[in-house]
């Protein structure tokens, strides 16, 4: 008597559908988060050239990255986080050297098929290349460990801001400290530097109005710095000039009361008082239309992304993933608080995108990359408990 046993060829859907085996309240929260952003870029940008349709298209793009990422292990996530590393260091020297100079910052390169702004790259490539070397000295962490953690990020940073781009600089400092957070950075280091900046700030409110006089020089700082913190404390000082920005800022979100004057009412978004109201003061542009009631939605869903992401990071099953997941979820997180932080009069002006509702495709594609990393890890999760 003979036996043949049968294998059952799987179906085509069979074979795909682990391929959209994405975490669905991350997917919901991002999904909400982009309809506010299409919406408010149709009122703010739909007569402002094509900025909707190319939100849009960036948004398309910030999929397809986030979708390609997802595919990717952990592990395969952990072999890239040196040459991207070394790369994205490489290419920072390359811009301080030939570098294109526009509006008096140094911060993009020619490669003759295309133009990159080398800093972007370093917003993902930081974090992962943090993660790598704790995972690396994952049971015999050292003092000297974090030492060698703070060169590896002080390289970059220093040289992100020569270019200068403080905004960029302070993304890619806040990604490698937050790594260095989750991996066990000592309360006992962390407490001096944030009193050391807690009397600054002080200081600087007591003092500023001599500290700001013309001809004060600021130690480490750009002429253009200095004054934006200045604006920032007295923004009336120069209502018409350095202080425009912040003031019709501030003038549309209060503007827009609880409920707000309603989609494409926005007087001082329409009449073109907003400065940049597509970029970085579209939370401007949407505290206008959508009021007080509008903008804590927008809260929720941030906060909603970022509990969910830091879940994601608790329960990922290596080190590496929970550092990394942690850092990027935290980075969502630097990009809201500083942007609606200096649209509302909160932080000095830098240019820092809100995520999902800004233009931007270099930042749009950067959320997609992070979106696709905290896939991976809830996928890896996942197949490990199956």
């Known amino acids: 008597m003979s036996s043949s046993i049968v294998f059952e060829k799987p ?51 910030a999929g397809g990255v986030m979708f390609m990422v997802a595919q990717l292990s952990p592990q395969q996530l952990q072999r890239l986080a040196v040459p991207l590393y070394v790369a994205g260091v490489a290419l920072l020297v390359a811009v301080a050297l030939f570098g294109i100079t526009k509006k008096g910052a140094t911060r993009w390169l020619n490669l003759g098929v295309v133009v990159l702004q080398p800093s972007e790259m370093l917003k993902i490539a930081m974090p992962l290349m943090l993660a790598w070397w704790f995972q690396h000295r994952e049971g015999q962490l050292r003092p000297l460990d974090f030492l060698v953690a703070f060169l590896l990020l002080a390289l970059p940073v220093g040289l992100i801001v020569k270019q200068p781009d403080l905004g960029t600089a302070i993304l890619v400092l806040a990604g490698g400290i937050y790594v260095m957070f989750f991996a066990g950075l000592s309360w006992k280091l962390v407490l001096p530097v944030v009193a050391i900046g807690a009397v600054a700030v002080v200081a600087l409110i007591i003092f500023g109005g001599a500290a700001c006089e013309s001809g004060v020089q600021w130690p480490g700082l750009h002429t253009y710095q200095k004054q934006r913190i200045c604006t920032l404390l007295d923004p009336t000082a120069d209502p018409l000039g350095k202080g425009f920005h912040i003031l019709q800022g501030m003038i549309a979100i209060g503007s827009g009361g ?69 850092a990027v979820t935290l980075s969502f997180f630097t990009y809201a608080m500083v942007n609606m932080g200096m649209v509302s009069g909160i932080l000095p002006v830098v240019g820092i995108p809100l995520p999902f509702i800004s233009y931007g495709g270099t930042a749009m594609v950067t959320l997609g990359l992070g979106l696709g990393i905290l896939m991976s890890i809830a996928r890896s999760r996942r197949l490990m408990q199956s």
């Not at 506010?36 to 349709?53: C, E, K, P």
């Not at 400065?275 to 239309?289: H, K, L, N, W």
Request: net charge negative.
């Open 258 to 326: 609880v409920t707000g004057k309603g989609f494409m009412n926005g007087t001082q978004t329409h009449l073109e008082f907003i400065p940049e109201r597509t970029t970085d003061f579209i939370f401007a542009a949407f505290g206008e239309e959508f009021g007080l009631m509008g903008a804590i939605a927008l809260l929720i869903g941030f906060t909603f992304l970022i509990f969910r992401g830091l879940m994601i990071a608790a329960e990922a099953p290596t080190l590496f993933s929970r550092l990394l997941g942690g």
């Open 11 to 61: 179906s085509l859907w069979q074979r795909i559908a682990p391929m959209f085996d994405f975490d669905g309240p991350l997917l919901l929260a991002v999904a909400l988060l982009a309809a506010a952003g299409l919406l408010t870029m149709y009122s703010a940008g739909f007569d402002h050239g094509t900025r909707f349709v190319d939100h849009g298209r960036n948004m398309l793009l």
